[in-house]
């Protein structure tokens, strides 16, 4: 071979290379835009307007919450949609943030009685206030955007001296808002479905020296003291008595009732990290649905905590929301049962037919993003509460679009 071959043969495996850097390149971009998830574009389509705006409500108004905001912006982090997820937030600053800069979000926005579109309760509610902070500390860390932890840092912060109690014999404890959640015997009104274990993992690592890891414990004793036959409870009521420490019992308003808030319990249990310390024991304290549906074939609707009965047909929601719990409990048959009900009843949610009669079931849509999202391995929570997205994988953040 002569020089000049050499030369020819050096300079074409040059080229070779230089343009399979170039491919490798251009592909990160490629597969770092808005991930093929039918559920979130679905959920965009008949639930978010252009301005960002997430219509929550079944009335003709169509009511936006603050919870459904912050859901909506979780569920953009997933589908990797930073557009949507800046659109909702910037709605949700100019709207629902009315409590000062310091302050937290209103929970109510709609059309008043007088016609205006306005605040319709300026209360707080922590499940929102608690999921706006997880968002954006996670989206300012996946997307490398310092706005969004800054704001998220500011929320957890304002979390912190408007929501977060501390109660007599138990300890650090989230109040479902600042407002309302006294009763007037000087009890309490607590949600085990507005504390999730991942975010409060994340608050944890966020402020280290704050009350997060004494509310994550003191979460799974609300919930283990308060799931009276296995069965998670919707509210539940406290009270501090020296002669009888940790005093739960049936909330003084919704009485001994595990419904529409507590299949939240069971959704965030099955999606708590498996080396969590407080996973295994949270789950042991909520067998009562998984020995129902060994039993049935849909969850039911309405438990009733003092006899473990149920009533009703959950609807399916209730389903996709079951699915983390289940497959942790390696319950492969209830489990198989739910997934089919939900994708087909889901599937059925959105036809011609169905919409014909008026919107989507927002409260079921919701709780399949979140069931069927992570049983599609779309995103699962680490122990220190991050979250781990199937997009990751295959994109850096600064090829993020």
């Given at each position: 071979m002569?020089?000049?071959?050499?030369?020819?043969?050096?300079?074409?495996?040059?080229?070779?290379?230089?343009?399979?850097?170039s491919?490798?390149?251009?592909?990160?971009?490629?597969?770092?835009?808005?991930?093929?998830?039918?559920?979130?574009?679905?959920?965009?389509?008949?639930?978010?307007?252009?301005?960002?705006?997430?219509?929550?409500?079944?009335?003709?108004?169509?009511?936006?919450?603050?919870?459904?905001?912050s859901?909506?912006?979780?569920?953009?982090?997933?589908?990797?949609?930073?557009?949507?997820?800046?659109?909702?937030?910037?709605?949700?600053?100019?709207?629902?943030m009315?409590?000062?800069?310091?302050?937290?979000?209103?929970?109510?926005?709609?059309?008043?009685?007088?016609?205006r579109?306005?605040?319709?309760?300026?209360?707080?509610?922590?499940?929102?206030?608690?999921?706006?902070?997880?968002?954006?500390?996670?989206?300012?860390?996946?997307?490398?955007?310092?706005?969004?932890?800054?704001?998220?840092?500011?929320?957890?912060?304002?979390?912190?001296?408007?929501?977060?109690?501390?109660?007599?014999?138990?300890?650090?404890?989230?109040?479902?808002?600042?407002?309302?959640?006294?009763?007037?015997?000087?009890?309490?009104?607590?949600?085990?479905?507005?504390?999730?274990l991942?975010?409060?993992?994340?608050?944890?690592?966020?402020?280290?020296?704050?009350?997060?890891?004494?509310?994550?414990?003191?979460?799974?004793?609300?919930?283990?003291?308060?799931?009276?036959?296995?069965?998670?409870?919707?509210?539940?009521?406290?009270?501090?008595?020296?002669?009888?420490?940790?005093?739960?019992?049936?909330?003084?308003?919704?009485?001994?009732?595990?419904?529409?808030?507590?299949?939240?319990?069971?959704?965030?249990?099955?999606?708590?990290?498996?080396?969590?310390?407080?996973?295994?024991?949270?789950?042991?304290?909520?067998?009562?649905?998984?020995?129902?549906?060994?039993?049935?074939?849909v969850?039911?609707?309405?438990?009733d905590?003092?006899?473990?009965?149920?009533?009703?047909?959950?609807?399916?929601?209730?389903s996709?929301?079951?699915?983390?719990y289940?497959?942790?409990?390696?319950?492969?048959?209830?489990?198989?049962?739910?997934?089919?009900?939900?994708?087909?009843?889901?599937?059925?949610?959105?036809?011609?037919?169905?919409?014909?009669?008026?919107?989507?079931?927002?409260?079921?849509?919701?709780?399949?993003?979140?069931?069927?999202?992570?049983?599609?391995?779309?995103?699962h929570?680490?122990?220190?509460?991050?979250?781990?997205?199937?997009w990751q994988?295959?994109?850096?953040?600064?090829?993020t679009?």
């Amino acid at each position: 071979m002569t020089r000049v071959d050499s030369w020819r043969k050096l300079l074409s495996g040059l080229a070779w290379v230089l343009a399979s850097a170039s491919v490798s390149a251009t592909t990160p971009t490629e597969v770092c835009t808005l991930q093929d998830w039918p559920q979130w574009q679905d959920f965009s389509q008949h639930f978010i307007t252009a301005d960002g705006r997430v219509l929550a409500a079944s009335n003709a108004a169509r009511d936006s919450y603050s919870e459904g905001q912050s859901y909506a912006m979780f569920f953009a982090l997933v589908a990797n949609d930073p557009k949507a997820f800046e659109r909702i937030w910037r709605w949700t600053q100019q709207n629902l943030m009315v409590n000062g800069a310091d302050g937290l979000p209103a929970w109510t926005w709609g059309q008043a009685a007088d016609g205006r579109w306005r605040v319709l309760d300026a209360n707080a509610a922590a499940d929102a206030d608690m999921w706006f902070a997880y968002a954006l500390l996670e989206a300012g860390r996946i997307w490398q955007r310092e706005d969004f932890q800054q704001d998220g840092r500011r929320l957890l912060q304002a979390i912190t001296r408007h929501e977060v109690v501390s109660l007599p014999q138990l300890g650090p404890m989230v109040l479902p808002g600042p407002f309302g959640f006294v009763q007037a015997d000087g009890s309490w009104r607590l949600n085990a479905s507005y504390l999730p274990l991942p975010l409060l993992r994340r608050f944890q690592m966020e402020a280290p020296q704050g009350p997060w890891s004494d509310i994550a414990s003191n979460t799974l004793t609300l919930t283990t003291a308060s799931s009276q036959k296995g069965f998670a409870a919707d509210w539940t009521g406290y009270r501090a008595d020296a002669r009888r420490p940790l005093q739960f019992a049936a909330d003084p308003v919704t009485g001994p009732i595990g419904s529409y808030d507590a299949i939240r319990v069971y959704l965030w249990a099955g999606m708590t990290a498996t080396n969590d310390p407080l996973a295994a024991p949270l789950m042991q304290a909520l067998r009562g649905m998984d020995t129902a549906l060994k039993s049935q074939a849909v969850p039911p609707e309405f438990v009733d905590l003092t006899t473990g009965k149920g009533r009703g047909v959950g609807p399916f929601g209730f389903s996709a929301a079951l699915q983390p719990y289940l497959t942790v409990l390696g319950s492969t048959d209830a489990m198989t049962q739910q997934v089919t009900r939900s994708r087909q009843m889901l599937a059925q949610s959105l036809t011609p037919e169905m919409l014909i009669k008026g919107p989507p079931p927002y409260y079921d849509h919701v709780l399949s993003l979140f069931g069927l999202g992570w049983t599609d391995n779309r995103f699962h929570f680490l122990r220190n509460g991050q979250v781990q997205l199937k997009w990751q994988t295959k994109c850096s953040p600064a090829n993020t679009l």
